[in-house]
């Protein structure tokens, strides 16, 4: 670890900013373990998310998710689509959606326009 010099002003305040990380922190930890003073960058998290931290093995599982990186290819299904028809369920209502909406208001008229091409 690279050490810095750091002056104290005439209030006793220390300037920080050459030791923090790049990455965004919104505070820090500070404790003492001996006559040294720690302090640790802190990040935030809204509470929603939280269980994540509090549940190990959940945590575990994402973190092995991202470390694989990338998608999972899994071949065209093209070969399997005869016709629109086979999306039938496409625009029926058979199906519950979340709150995301369709990506096009045209979906049902694109994947017709597609398949006679």
Do not use: C
């Not at 810095?4 to 005439?10: N, P």
């Not at 003492?32 to 945590?59: F, T």
């Amino acid at each position: 670890m690279e050490a810095v010099k750091l002056t104290v002003d005439s209030r006793k305040r220390i300037s920080l900013t050459k030791l923090l990380p790049e990455k965004k922190i919104s505070s820090v930890r500070a404790y003492k373990e001996g006559d040294r003073i720690i302090l640790e960058p802190m990040v935030e998290i809204p509470a929603r998310e939280a269980w994540l931290y509090e549940n190990k093995q959940a945590l575990e599982k994402v973190e092995k998710g991202l470390s694989e990186g990338g998608t999972i290819k899994r071949g065209s299904f093209a070969k399997d689509v005869k016709s629109v028809k086979d999306f039938e369920f496409v625009g029926t209502a058979r199906s519950k959606q979340g709150s995301l909406k369709p990506v096009s208001e045209r979906h049902d008229e694109a994947l017709e326009e597609a398949f006679q091409k």
